[in-house]
């Protein structure tokens, strides 16, 4: 029998929470303990601990085509590279005024800039999305993520209900059973079509 190699393969998890090790970043690890299960690597990056500026409109991204944003004093380049390199991408966001936060909101508005310029760099990639809400607005937050991803080429990795789970104060969410059914849903999804792109 000829059994088919794997590549090492890793999935990196951006949180945008401004709130380090809160709700989101509790839905991104369920996802990440499926893919380690299975022997996926996993890195996990936390906006709160990171500055991302927004995108100034300069366009120069555009016009010099070297995978990167001409602001070079914040963690961007470094996100973008890192995401590059992946396999896969988690995007993480707790719902704020009925969307992305704004950490998260400049990460997506630089990248698409820098993509535009730079088209297919994630592509064939495989992406989901996370949202963490205390009641209201998960819906437009998971679309905004989902866009991203699907305008850049990517596979998008679905579960048993959209990514979302219901919690407030840290630690909530784990009281949202469906919640976390689906979290642990989705990274056996997104472990089961990596290493069907993966094989031989
Ligand atoms: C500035 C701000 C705006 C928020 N807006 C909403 C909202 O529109 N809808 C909602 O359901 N929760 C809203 N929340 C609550 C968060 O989504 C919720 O507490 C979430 O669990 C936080 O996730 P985190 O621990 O990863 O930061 C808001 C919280 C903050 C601080």
Redesign the pocket.
């Known amino acids: 029998m000829i059994k088919s190699k794997l590549k090492s393969m890793k999935v990196i998890g951006i ?1 945008g ?1 401004p ?1 380090k090790d ?4 509790i839905l991104i690890r369920t996802v990440f303990d499926e893919l380690m299960k299975q022997g996926i690597e996993t890195e996990l990056i936390q906006l709160s601990e990171k500055n991302i500026e927004g995108c100034k409109a300069c366009r120069a991204c555009h016009k010099n085509k070297n995978k990167q944003c001409v602001i070079t004093d914040d963690f961007f380049n470094e996100c973008l590279a890192k995401m590059a390199a992946s396999d896969g991408i988690i995007l993480g966001s ?5 969307n992305v936060t704004s950490q998260m909101k400049a990460l997506l508005d630089r990248a698409s800039m820098v993509l535009a310029g730079n088209k297919g760099l994630l592509k064939h990639k495989v992406g989901a999305s996370v949202v ?7 819906i437009s937050a998971f679309d905004t993520l989902n866009h991203f991803l699907h305008s850049k080429e990517m596979f998008l990795v679905g579960s048993s209900y959209w990514n979302m789970a219901y ?2 104060a ?1 630690g ?2 784990e009281n949202d059973r469906e919640g976390i059914e689906n979290m642990e849903n989705l990274g056996q999804n997104m472990a089961w079509i990596l290493k069907k792109i993966h094989s031989d």
């Open positions: 949180n929470s709130r809160g709700n989101t970043s707790p719902v704020y005024s009925a963490a809400a205390r009641r209201g607005g998960a919690g407030n840290i909530e969410v």
